[in-house]
């Protein structure tokens, strides 16, 4: 009786264990829910819309391609009966795409939507109950996600004005020609303190999320940054890093092809939207006497006139070696608003240097290379990143070089009285911040310092002062 009833509960166990993995390992499981979730659906009236592939005039239907893009996105993508697997616009990349007559189920604000594809349509279903409160937020985050996703798959491209008098244009794409934008440098690539890095991210993070609050403010949805230090500290590299962050092409402005303040208005009037315009070493332009017919007042219209409100979302980038010789009308709020500063190297700069140069994070020479950084030698990045590629085999060998380089360096410092880099026009050691944003300007001695309100005022008592600005050693 027993062994008969211990019999009964073996075969009941294994029966059972049988059933589970049934469930699990076939598509059972997947059929149930699927019969359950068609059974509840039934009670509810559903209403449908079709977006066709081609509009009226058989164009391509700009909706029906972002909403392609966004399902593509979607993980539930992957588990549809059938989906295509295509090369993506990357080599090495795969996109899985909803194949024709299958369908994917999506999740928004509580509601369970569906898209099926077919060849000429993707056709949405949505609860009626629903419609109202989720169409058209979902319709929204569709081409917010589809836009995020274009933008990071777009190519860059790097776009140089074609110059004027007597250089060719291009007759199609009027002032600009470009070619793809492949510098290597990125946020990270870049060994620079991580609070000013962290702090230049979030402020274009939030400068692209803020297309509302300025046009509530009726200001142009601009904002412009000066990269300034020493030569070799990565203002240019830091700018194909902004690119690269935001996704945005870059119009690098030759101010030397320009022929006069009409060309300059033209060009960044068919700049495109969501691009950085670049201006690169505007003191050595505002300083150097070559003859152009550009004067000061055609420069601050271009940054900051009506031919500069023409699109949106552009980002404006000013390096300088020093901001000593610019006039400070030009570093004024709106024409500037955030202030950078690239330092020469400093110990935890050339730490990292080190780590990603030699893949060294500690060594017995380290100490010596603190010290002599310490009491005032200075290298650049640029030129302590080439001494270091160069004896990259062996990472003794590298940081003698170095040593020696800033042995030469303080010797040379100590032969000109300490200004040998300040008579290059760049070291701004003794600025209290490397970020300046308008925002963290507290003080009116602050707020003076930064848009050269001081010196202005000097300039005016100083008859000999040139238009575009002289160096006021005593603020600086
Ligand atoms: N902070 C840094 N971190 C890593 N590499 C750097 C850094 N600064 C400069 N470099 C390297 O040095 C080289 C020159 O940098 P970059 O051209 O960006 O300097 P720059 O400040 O624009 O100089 P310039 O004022 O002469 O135009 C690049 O190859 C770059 O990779
Ligand atoms: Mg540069």
Same mark, same amino acid.
């Given at each position: #009786? ?33 019969? #359950? ?24 239907? /700009? ?8 399902? /593509? ?46 060849? @000429? ?33 777009? /190519? ?15 007759? @199609? ?21 991580? @609070? ?12 692209? !999320? ?33 690119? !690269? ?13 320009? $022929?006069?303040? $009409? ?17 690169? @070493? ?20 271009? #940054? ?11 980002? #404006? ?11 400070? $009308? ?23 240097? $080190?780590? +990603? ?82 925002? +963290? ?19 005016? /008592? ?13 603020? +600086?």
């Amino acid at each position: #009786m027993f062994v008969i009833l211990l019999l009964k509960i073996l075969v009941l166990t294994a029966v059972a264990v049988l059933t589970v993995k049934l469930i699990v390992k076939t598509a059972i499981a997947f059929v149930l829910v699927k019969g #359950m979730r068609a059974v509840a659906d039934s009670f509810y009236a559903h209403q449908t819309y079709r977006v066709p592939k081609f509009n009226d005039n058989l164009r391509e239907n /700009e909706l029906h391609r972002k909403i392609r893009v966004y399902i /593509e996105s979607l993980p539930a993508v992957e588990d549809s009966d059938s989906a295509k697997l295509l090369t993506g616009s990357k080599p090495n990349e795969i996109s899985v795409q909803l194949d024709v007559n299958q369908t994917v189920t999506d999740s928004f604000l509580g509601s369970r939507l569906t898209w099926t594809s077919s060849p @000429d349509a993707l056709i949405l279903r949505i609860r009626r109950s629903d419609r109202r409160r989720v169409l058209r937020p979902y319709l929204h985050h569709i081409h917010t996600i589809a836009d995020e996703i274009d933008q990071r798959r777009k /190519e860059l491209r790097l776009f140089i004005n074609c110059g004027a008098e007597g250089t060719e244009r291009e007759s @199609d794409s009027g002032l600009w020609r470009s070619l793809p934008f492949t510098h290597p440098a990125t946020m990270e690539t870049l060994s620079m303190d991580g @609070d000013v890095k962290n702090r230049v991210k979030a402020d274009l993070d939030q400068f692209v !999320k803020s297309k509302q609050y300025y046009h509530r403010l009726g200001r142009v949805w601009k904002r412009s940054y000066l990269l300034y230090g020493p030569s070799g500290t990565g203002k240019s590299s830091f700018v194909a890093a902004m690119a !690269k962050l935001l996704g945005f092409d870059v119009y690098d402005v030759d101010l030397t092809r320009i $022929a006069d303040d $009409a060309d300059l208005k033209l060009l960044i009037a068919q700049t495109a939207n969501k691009s950085i315009v670049l201006v690169e @070493d505007l003191d050595r332009f505002l300083t150097s006497k070559t003859t152009t017919k550009l004067s000061l007042t055609g420069l601050l219209n271009f #940054m900051d006139g009506l031919a500069s409100s023409c699109g949106e979302e552009k980002v #404006m980038v000013f390096t300088v070696n020093s901001k000593d010789a610019i006039d400070p $009308a030009v570093l004024r709020p709106g024409r500037i608003d955030v202030h950078i500063h690239f330092p020469l190297c400093d110990f935890s700069s050339f730490k990292t240097l $080190a780590s +990603s140069h030699l893949g060294v994070k500690e060594h017995k020479l380290f100490n010596q290379v603190e010290e002599m950084l310490q009491s005032g030698a200075s290298l650049s990045p640029a030129e302590i990143g080439e001494l270091m590629m160069s004896n990259r085999s062996s990472p003794t060998r590298a940081l003698k070089s170095v040593i020696s380089a800033l042995q030469t360096n303080a010797g040379e410092r100590g032969r000109v009285g300490g200004h040998k880099r300040q008579a290059s026009g760049s070291d701004l050691a003794g600025e209290p911040e490397s970020v300046i944003c308008r925002e +963290s300007v507290h003080t009116v001695r602050e707020f003076r310092k930064l848009y050269g309100l001081l010196r202005m005022r000097s300039r005016k /008592e100083d008859p000999h002062s040139s238009d575009f600005g002289s160096v006021d050693k005593s603020l +600086s």
